[in-house]
């Protein structure tokens, strides 16, 4: 099976269960999904919640580790 290229393709995916700190199968599911549309070229986003936290300043936190984490390697 051929690689397909989604350069051209944007895609935003929801990041609640992305944000859960306890895995479960749909965060799983999420991260893989955000892995393989990287490895396929597409522009990858997650919508995250700025709720994960009721201290502004560690849900900041959490999302900028949460980026760092998505960051292809």
Same mark, same amino acid.
């Given at each position: 099976?051929? *690689?397909? +290229?989604? #350069?051209? $393709?944007? =895609?935003?995916?929801? @990041?609640? *269960? !992305?944000?859960? &700190?306890? @895995?479960? @199968?749909?965060?799983?599911? @999420?991260?893989? !999904? =955000?892995?393989?549309? &990287?490895? !396929?070229?597409? &522009? =990858? #986003? =997650? !919508?995250? #919640?700025?709720?994960?936290?009721? +201290?502004?300043? /560690?849900?900041? $936190?959490? /999302?900028?580790?949460? &980026? ?6």
């Amino acid at each position: 099976m051929k *690689n397909q +290229d989604l #350069s051209a $393709v944007n =895609v935003l995916i929801d @990041g609640y *269960n !992305l944000e859960l &700190r306890q @895995g479960t @199968g749909i965060s799983t599911y @999420g991260m893989t !999904l =955000v892995e393989a549309l &990287r490895t !396929l070229k597409a &522009r =990858v #986003s =997650v !919508l995250c #919640s700025s709720k994960s936290s009721r +201290d502004a300043q /560690l849900a900041e $936190v959490f /999302l900028f580790d949460m &980026r760092r984490e998505m960051e292809p390697k």
